[in-house]
């Protein structure tokens, strides 16, 4: 799927958050070799570099844009791409409050990623890419965070 160059980097941290989230799913099925402290390591060093600031990057330079350009905006698929903000937040607290967290829930937690990231690829960003003038989305690019994972 081609996208906009301003949303690039946006889809490099995507690709980055499937990382996790596939190792999140495998956990405990053993189809992992990662041990537990490792994944669970590795989501909380995502978290800390590139999550918490990508999902700050789409609610407060990418939706808050589409929102000034879109005149019929899709309030239901806004909402929803919020929800799962929150709820990926309040799941990723849980799971740093008790390093004990159990399997299922990082199963949950990688399974929620997945979806989250598909939805935004395949339902947001497309209406983001006709809804905001080229120039603007170029402006936005400029004001996201670089990656770790992928220097994006």
């Known amino acids: 799927m081609k996208r906009h160059e301003g949303l690039i980097p946006l889809s490099h941290h995507h690709h980055h958050a499937l990382v996790v989230s596939k190792s999140l799913k495998e ?27 990508h999902f700050r990057d789409e609610e407060e330079v990418l939706i808050p844009l589409y929102l000034r350009f879109e005149n019929e905006p899709d309030i239901d698929l806004i909402k929803k791409v919020l929800y799962q903000h929150a709820e990926i937040r309040g799941m990723i607290a849980a799971i740093r409050n008790n390093q004990q967290a159990d399997h299922e ?6 399974y929620l ?10 339902e947001l960003f497309p209406i983001i890419e006709k809804a905001v003038p080229d120039n603007y989305l170029y402006q936005a690019s400029g004001n996201f965070h670089k990656d770790s994972y992928s220097g994006y």
Not at 27 to 34: H, L, P, Q
Not at 105 to 110: A, F, K, S, T
């Open 27 to 53: 956990i405990g099925t053993g189809k992992s070799d990662k041990t537990y402290k490792v994944i669970l390591r590795e989501l909380i060093d995502f978290w800390e570099k590139d999550g918490n600031e």
């Open 105 to 110: 829930q990082l199963n949950l937690l990688g």
């Open 113 to 122: 990623l997945e979806e989250h990231v598909r939805l935004e690829e395949r």
